[in-house]
């Protein structure tokens, strides 16, 4: 399938975390695409500001806006900044980096809740707080993304299976939830081609098998019109 480039004109379009290649991909191709962009970070660093200053150096309209979206008055922050900015918003990617891996007697509730809180807290506050611009548009679409738990050492990880598990839900839900003109899917993506021992705890790194790029093309399909009729589906990528 092969969108116009001008397919997301006038959408404005918030992805959470510019952190990851996925989410700089989806931000870059939306944006080229003509979306306004408006990508989260965690913090100022050296390379989230390269990430930044790669997209609007291709002329594309980028902003970034530093949030901690562990917290719901982070997920806020990061609404409250598109609010401003453009007083709407048709397209949201929650796509969280994964955290780095522990086996179970290895977690302690300090990290039981930085995983919980980086990936399911997230993406449930920061699509609450995005509801009330949201809701206006014609066709406001949601996308989750994370792993699909598809070996044995990604779902023999105890928190990282229970967490990922939690966003596929929250997506099915929210998909039969909220008002009946919003499309809400999930891409799942592969850990089976990684390299490494513990393929999922690099599973937004740039590496062979699942290409952030892949995973972006498969967010530009879901979030375009030519997926009008899905809704609480979940995409394998890889």
Request: net charge negative.
């Amino acid at each position: 399938m092969a969108l116009s480039i001008h397919a997301f004109a006038e959408k404005v379009a918030l992805i959470t975390d510019g952190e990851n290649p996925v989410g700089r991909a989806v931000a870059l191709q939306l944006a080229l695409s003509g979306a306004y962009v408006i990508v989260g970070f965690a913090g100022s660093s050296d390379e989230n500001r390269r990430a930044l200053g790669e997209l609007q150096s291709l002329g594309t309209l980028a902003n970034a806006v530093e949030a901690d979206l562990s917290t719901a008055g982070g997920a806020q922050k990061l609404v409250a900044a598109v609010d401003a900015a453009f007083g709407r918003l048709d397209l949201l990617v929650n796509c969280p980096q994964l955290p780095a891996e522990r086996d179970f007697a290895g977690v302690d509730e300090e990290f039981f809740e930085k995983t919980l809180n980086t990936q399911l807290k997230s993406a449930f506050f920061v699509t609450q707080s995005a509801l009330y611009l949201m809701r206006p548009r014609p066709k406001p679409k949601i996308v989750n993304v994370f792993s699909a738990l598809d070996t044995p050492e990604s779902f023999g990880n105890c928190l990282l299976a229970a967490s990922q598990a939690a966003v596929r839900g929250l997506t099915e839900s929210l998909a039969v939830s909220l008002p009946a003109n919003f499309r809400v899917n999930g891409i799942a993506v592969s850990a089976k081609k990684g390299n490494g021992a513990n393929p999922d705890a690099d599973l937004f790194r740039e590496k062979p098998g699942v290409p952030a790029d892949d995973v972006a093309r498969a967010a530009m399909f879901l979030l375009s019109s030519e997926a009008v009729g899905l809704n609480g589906q979940i995409l394998k990528v890889g």
